[in-house]
């Protein structure tokens, strides 16, 4: 936590920079294409997926390319998969959790969830981040009755090129506190897995992935 000493210092320089990426930074739409749907044989499988663009696909140009898409993609041979898709760009694990209250109930057996990009620029507290994770899995453990809640790691954001140097290293900082908080909350929960992808780290892929995550 000694980053945030220094941060304080650096606060006028971290608010315009934080300004200026605002307003240069593209603002992607989310694809097209079905948020719900079944296919495939053999044991039945329901999927709930949920949380922010990336859940939500933006970047990619169809759902069948995006999250959602792929994941049925890889089920549906082994499964009877029926999935939901209820994801928004800018969403934070606040904003998950009151989607997830106006949902009707249904029955799902794992719940995939992204969330945590827009915390770390929208400065979720680290101790209020621990309680708002345990109230949505507990949500998604009671309404929709989900035996499996995979958390998805926030992406390496002090890799992102589009964000400028102290920037970068602020937000970086924040999102490994972040990331670290899941990890120990996952460990603590039955049911309750943290996964963490590996970003392959090029321009590409940062300039992107940062791009569908400032759009609130």
């Known amino acids: 936590m000694g980053y945030q000493l220094a941060a304080m210092g650096l606060s006028p320089i971290l608010l315009m920079q934080g300004i200026y990426v605002r307003l240069v930074t593209p603002k992607l739409p989310e694809p097209t294409g079905p948020r719900c749907g079944a296919a495939g044989k053999g044991k039945p499988l329901r999927l709930f997926i949920l949380g922010d663009s990336a859940a939500a696909g933006v970047g990619s140009n169809t759902q069948s390319s995006a999250l959602s898409g792929q994941l049925v993609s890889m089920l549906f041979p082994h499964f009877n998969v029926s999935w939901l898709l209820t994801a928004k760009t800018g969403h934070k694990v606040r904003d ?13 057996d794992v719940a995939v969830v992204s969330v945590g990009v827009n915390d770390v620029i929208g400065g979720t507290l680290l101790k209020n981040w621990r309680s708002l994770l345990e109230n949505l899995c507990e949500q998604l453990r009671i309404k929709f009755r989900v035996q499996h809640v ?4 926030i992406p390496p954001m002090h890799a992102f090129p589009a964000l400028p140097i102290p920037l970068r290293w602020f937000i970086g900082k924040r999102a490994a506190d972040l990331n670290r908080a899941m990890k120990e909350f996952a460990k603590k929960i039955d049911g309750c897995v943290f996964v963490q992808p590996s970003f392959p780290l090029t321009k590409e892929f940062g300039c992107g992935s940062f791009a569908i995550t400032f759009d609130t």
Request: net charge negative; charged share 20%; proline share 6%.
């Open 96 to 108: 998950v959790i009151h989607q997830a209250e106006s949902a009707d109930p249904e029955i799902f």
């Open 150 to 153: 995979l958390l998805t790691s």
